[in-house]
């Protein structure tokens, strides 16, 4: 038989097994938040440029060295 701890004095929810977190409520702690969220950045704007740059050019290559009879 599984035992879960008891809740707090005062509180609703264990402090262990209590559930997800709501997240900030305050405005300060929403800025808090967001200035501390940070991307890998494989989706910025500027890696996406140069993705879609790479492979034009790997297309405009293929069809040259195609239109020239190198590769089939």
Do not use: W
């Not at 929810?13 to 405005?27: I, V």
């Not at 890998?40 to 020239?68: C, M, P, Q, W």
């Amino acid at each position: 038989m599984l035992r879960q701890k008891a809740a707090l004095k005062g509180k609703t929810r264990c402090r262990l097994h209590g559930g997800l977190s709501t997240g900030p409520r305050t405005a300060e702690g929403k800025a808090r938040a967001a200035a501390a969220h940070t991307k890998h950045g494989r989706r910025s704007a500027a890696h996406v440029e140069k993705v879609k740059y790479i492979n034009a050019e790997i297309r405009r290559i293929t069809f040259e060295l195609k239109r020239d009879g190198f590769i089939p």
